[in-house]
């Protein structure tokens, strides 16, 4: 079973959906002793970093999720979810992450041209390494952004890059787990393919 963790910030009933689509049973969950029932675990979420950290502190889930990764389950970030594995975020402040990922989240307007619009919002071209969570897509596969911040400092854990007035960070892995910037549960046939490969990842 694919557990989702429901913390109240995330894109959680599309992601049913495209878990339903690929032929794989995934169950929302709210109590934090169940993610030890799960196979594997997604992280959504949808807005600010901070309130996403304290609200993923605050229901239990951080802690069970973390006990869960470091047994080796299975884990994928999505878009906020994603930024959320990282050690520290710029976001409006200064917030720790989970640790999980090495790096820092910056804001995009860094590191793009003035004239590009904030948020990126629309659909880029990956470019990627050799990774189980690519094996049924190829390169200049196209996946849907909405971003305003995205992954700095991590060169050693980036599988995925995409380009917009600049290379950006749209995947990072270390060991079991994950995280995409972008939304593979509004990606299309990519993004399901993503998914799939993700329900049969390997843990470590």
């Given at each position: 079973m694919?557990?989702?963790?429901?913390?109240?910030?995330?894109?959680?009933?599309?992601?049913?959906s495209?878990?339903?689509?690929?032929?794989?049973?995934?169950?929302?969950?709210?109590?934090?002793?169940?993610?030890?029932?799960?196979?594997?675990?997604?992280?959504?979420?949808?807005?600010?970093?901070g309130?996403?950290?304290?609200?993923l502190?605050s229901?239990?889930?951080?802690?069970?999720?973390?006990n869960?990764?470091?047994?080796?389950?299975?884990?994928?970030?999505?878009?906020?979810?994603?930024q959320?594995?990282?050690?520290?975020s710029?976001?409006?402040?200064?917030?720790?992450?989970?640790?999980?990922?090495?790096?820092?989240?910056?804001?995009?307007?860094?590191?793009?041209?003035?004239?590009?619009?904030v948020?990126h919002?629309?659909?880029?071209?990956?470019?990627?390494?050799?990774?189980?969570?690519?094996?049924?897509?190829?390169?200049g596969?196209?996946?849907?952004?909405?971003?305003?911040?995205?992954?700095?400092?991590c060169?050693?854990?980036?599988?995925?890059?995409?380009?917009?007035?600049?290379?950006?960070?749209?995947?990072?892995?270390?060991g079991?787990?994950?995280?995409?910037?972008?939304h593979?549960?509004?990606?299309?046939?990519?993004?399901l393919?993503?998914?799939?490969a993700?329900?049969e990842?390997k843990?470590?």
């Amino acid at each position: 079973m694919i557990g989702i963790v429901d913390y109240g910030v995330g894109n959680i009933f599309s992601l049913c959906s495209s878990f339903e689509k690929i032929g794989f049973d995934a169950k929302l969950l709210r109590e934090p002793e169940k993610l030890a029932e799960c196979e594997r675990i997604i992280l959504p979420g949808v807005g600010a970093f901070g309130d996403a950290r304290e609200k993923l502190r605050s229901s239990g889930m951080e802690e069970s999720l973390l006990n869960e990764v470091k047994k080796g389950k299975p884990m994928l970030g999505i878009c906020l979810g994603m930024q959320l594995l990282f050690e520290k975020s710029f976001e409006f402040g200064e917030y720790d992450g989970l640790g999980l990922v090495k790096g820092s989240i910056r804001p995009i307007t860094d590191v793009i041209p003035k004239d590009f619009a904030v948020p990126h919002i629309g659909w880029n071209a990956l470019d990627f390494s050799d990774d189980e969570l690519f094996k049924y897509i190829k390169k200049g596969d196209f996946v849907y952004f909405v971003h305003s911040f995205y992954g700095a400092d991590c060169e050693e854990s980036v599988i995925a890059t995409t380009e917009y007035g600049a290379k950006l960070t749209a995947a990072v892995r270390n060991g079991n787990v994950a995280g995409v910037q972008f939304h593979p549960e509004k990606s299309g046939e990519v993004g399901l393919a993503i998914l799939r490969a993700f329900c049969e990842m390997k843990g470590d």
